[in-house]
């Protein structure tokens, strides 16, 4: 179960008692939000697509949306969307709980820069039903993104 490789990997850093355990669904933002008793921009969604070099992951503020010219210019390729029997295959995670964290070999993450105006974010943690309280510097360090992009429309 997706998850559990998620706590396995927050376990190495000690912080698997900081994976939050929904008693709702979280799968996406605006339920994410109501379960979190939070602003729908605070959940830090992650996008699935395929890039030049194969899978890669896009993590945004969950009030943004994809700008595809950015997406162009930063991959240069179109934005294509991994289809939904694709997700799980490629990044190791289903719709509704694609993380960051413990992906498959070989998927790439970047962070949009929309996070950086916060001080913390809810990404999820690989269940329709979970998510993790970091700061954008957390989830950069522990994404082993390549770093934040702008990506996002204005």
């Known amino acids: 179960m997706s998850i559990e490789r998620v706590k396995a990997f927050w376990a190495q850093y000690g912080r698997e008692g900081d994976v939050l355990e929904l008693p709702v669904s979280s799968a996406t933002v605006e339920l994410a939000a109501q379960a979190l008793h939070c602003e729908p921009a605070l959940i830090a969604k992650t996008l699935s697509f395929m890039g030049p070099d194969g899978p890669l992951l896009i993590v945004?503020?969950?009030?943004?949306?994809?700008?595809?010219?950015?997406?162009?210019?930063?991959?240069?390729?179109?934005?294509?969307?991994?289809?939904?029997?694709?997700?799980?295959?490629?990044?190791?995670?289903?719709?509704?709980?694609?993380?960051?964290?413990?992906?498959?070999?070989?998927?790439?993450?970047?962070?949009?820069?929309?996070?950086?105006?916060?001080?913390?974010?809810?990404?999820?943690?690989?269940?329709?039903?979970?998510?993790?309280?970091l700061t954008p510097d957390e989830l950069l360090e522990y994404s082993h993104a390549q770093g934040f992009i702008d990506i996002a429309q204005d």
């Open 60 to 133: 945004m503020a969950g009030d943004k949306r994809l700008d595809n010219k950015k997406f162009k210019a930063n991959f240069h390729c179109k934005a294509k969307m991994l289809k939904g029997e694709e997700v799980e295959q490629l990044t190791g995670h289903a719709i509704g709980g694609v993380c960051p964290f413990a992906i498959n070999e070989g998927v790439t993450v970047y962070l949009d820069d929309t996070l950086k105006r916060f001080s913390f974010v809810y990404p999820a943690c690989g269940s329709a039903n979970s998510a993790i309280k």
